[in-house]
């Protein structure tokens, strides 16, 4: 956010990395990710109840530098992360490892909750791909975690929120929603009184079901623990100890989008076995149709 000051990573809204680290035991930690202008700074303010994350439409994202603030909900501390583009497809260069890096100190020693924020009505190519990114940028585990947090929720008029998830055609919304384990509220950001606090009351529903789930226990990698291990040193961002950590950051990214391609390949061959299994006469014919083909092949190349 714009005038507030620059921690050493990233911009703290409000309090400082100590206090951070003495709230982090206790503090429940959300984290928002999805593509750009789908409104996550915008829930930010609304879990918290005051602006202090910048919210505006605008062609590219307000949000310059991951940020992190504070509140309360029920005497439970709240502590929410907002993040800059690090979730599109074009998002690759320098600038991108050191915005994920702060994410992962912000929210050291792991969220609870991955806040995967999306326009009620506008799933599109650009979703997907941010879903995506943060398998790439967290790991795949991150999934177990996440919860769907649909914006526009005025958008429904007197629909109800369940029916449209239920309703929906659009196939790559569903598979996410299954893939949360249906785990998903709605948010009208310009909600304020009464409505705000009982949207934020079926979020927290939400949240606590997730966390029984887990029996407490936050989402954590190998990479938390170096943020972890950063953060407690205090090394500044320009020193040695920053560079190889965002290294690192760097080398997890690279890391998981290889898990991610072995895993589709392997998907598609699984699903390939699927189908020869249940279509045995089909694939028998297939396969004596390619050796057919290929020994013409042989037999017109080889004069
Ligand atoms: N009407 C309406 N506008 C919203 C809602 N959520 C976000 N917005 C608007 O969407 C625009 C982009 O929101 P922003 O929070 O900056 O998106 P971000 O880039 O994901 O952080 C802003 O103009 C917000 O006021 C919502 O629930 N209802
Ligand atoms: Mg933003």
């Known amino acids: 956010?714009?005038?507030?000051?620059?921690?050493?990573?990233?911009?703290?809204?409000?309090?400082?990395?100590?206090?951070?680290?003495?709230?982090?035991?206790?503090?429940?930690?959300?984290?928002?990710?999805?593509?750009?202008?789908?409104?996550?700074?915008?829930?930010?303010?609304?879990?918290?109840?005051?602006?202090?994350?910048?919210?505006?439409?605008?062609?590219?994202?307000?949000?310059r530098r991951c940020q992190e603030a504070t509140g309360t909900w029920n005497g439970r501390n709240i502590m929410v992360v907002d993040?800059?583009?690090?979730?599109?497809?074009?998002?690759?260069?320098?600038?991108?490892?050191?915005?994920?890096?702060?994410?992962?100190?912000?929210s050291v020693p792991g969220p609870h909750v991955f806040l995967l924020v999306t326009q009620l009505g506008r799933f599109t190519a650009q979703d997907t791909v941010a879903v995506r990114r943060v398998k790439e940028v967290f790991g795949v585990g991150a999934m177990r975690h996440m919860v769907v947090l649909f914006t526009h929720k005025e958008d429904l008029g007197d629909g109800s929120l369940d029916d449209y998830v239920v309703n929906t055609d659009n196939h790559s919304l569903r598979s996410l929603i299954q893939e949360c384990g249906r785990r998903y509220?709605?948010?009208?950001?310009?909600?304020?009184?009464?409505?705000?606090?009982?949207?934020?009351?079926?979020?927290?529903?939400?949240?606590?079901?997730?966390?029984?789930?887990?029996?407490?226990?936050?989402?954590?990698?190998?990479?938390?623990?170096?943020?972890?291990?950063?953060?407690?040193?205090?090394?500044?961002?320009?020193g040695l100890e920053y560079r190889r950590y965002l290294a690192k950051v760097k080398a997890y990214v690279e890391k998981q989008k290889r898990i991610l391609k072995e895993t589709q390949v392997s998907n598609v061959l699984l699903r390939v076995r699927k189908w020869m299994r249940s279509n045995i006469g089909l694939s028998a014919f297939l396969v004596i149709c390619l050796l057919i083909f290929l020994a013409l092949l042989i037999k017109l190349c080889i004069p």
């Open 185 to 238: 509220c709605g948010f009208n950001n310009r909600a304020t009184g009464e409505e705000q606090r009982e949207q934020l009351e079926e979020l927290m529903a939400v949240v606590e079901s997730l966390e029984r789930e887990h029996q407490g226990a936050y989402y954590t990698n190998n990479l938390y623990f170096d943020a972890q291990m950063l953060k407690e040193g205090m090394v500044s961002t320009t």
């Open 1 to 63: 956010m714009e005038g507030l000051p620059r921690s050493t990573y990233g911009t703290m809204a409000k309090g400082s990395v100590e206090d951070n680290r003495i709230a982090s035991s206790s503090s429940l930690r959300l984290v928002l990710v999805g593509k750009s202008g789908c409104g996550k700074s915008a829930t930010g303010n609304s879990i918290l109840c005051q602006t202090v994350f910048e919210s505006k439409l605008g062609a590219q994202t307000m949000t």
């Open 83 to 106: 993040t800059p583009s690090i979730f599109e497809a074009k998002a690759k260069d320098q600038d991108m490892y050191e915005d994920i890096g702060d994410c992962y100190l912000l």
